[in-house]
């Protein structure tokens, strides 16, 4: 789907609603970003676009700007959060690798030391 409007059963739109609680650690006007349920590390946490897309690969072809700006913000989660050794950067594409919420979401992990690679 590269639908863009809300999805009424995606947990991450009704989470970029207002619908769902979420820890919510930064805002723009295209992205929203707040911590994991399940971290992975210290810090986990996902920025996803405000908008509905189902991965990455839709994301870049129906509006490759938030691409960037997705990038950005975990940037700048990175900084608040004093990840200055490194942080990692993550999109699971498709159940194989582990995607199980379909509404496209860059993991930012840090404060550990990460091992490759990843299982
Ligand atoms: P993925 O497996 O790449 O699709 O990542 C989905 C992530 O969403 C997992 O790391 C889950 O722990 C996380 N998750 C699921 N439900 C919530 C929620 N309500 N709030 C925050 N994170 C969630």
Redesign the pocket.
């Known amino acids: 789907m590269s639908a863009s409007s809300p999805v009424e059963d995606c947990?991450f739109c009704r989470?970029v609603a207002g619908d769902?609680p979420?820890?919510v650690v930064h805002r723009s006007d295209t992205t929203l970003a707040?911590?994991?349920?399940?971290?992975?590390a210290p810090t986990?946490v996902?920025v996803v676009p405000q908008e509905h897309h189902v991965d990455a690969a839709a994301l870049a072809r129906d509006a490759p700007a938030t691409v960037a700006h997705l990038v950005d913000a975990a940037r700048m989660v990175a900084a608040a959060e004093g990840l200055d050794d490194g942080y990692r950067l993550?999109?699971?594409a498709g159940a194989q690798?582990?995607?199980?919420?379909?509404h496209v979401?860059l993991?930012l992990l840090g404060g550990r030391d990460l091992g490759w690679p990843p299982g």
Do not use: C
Not at 97 to 102: E, K, L, M, N, Y
């Open positions: 947990l989470i769902v979420a820890d707040f911590r994991d349920v399940n971290p992975q986990h996902l993550v999109f699971n690798a582990g995607q199980t919420v379909f979401h993991h």
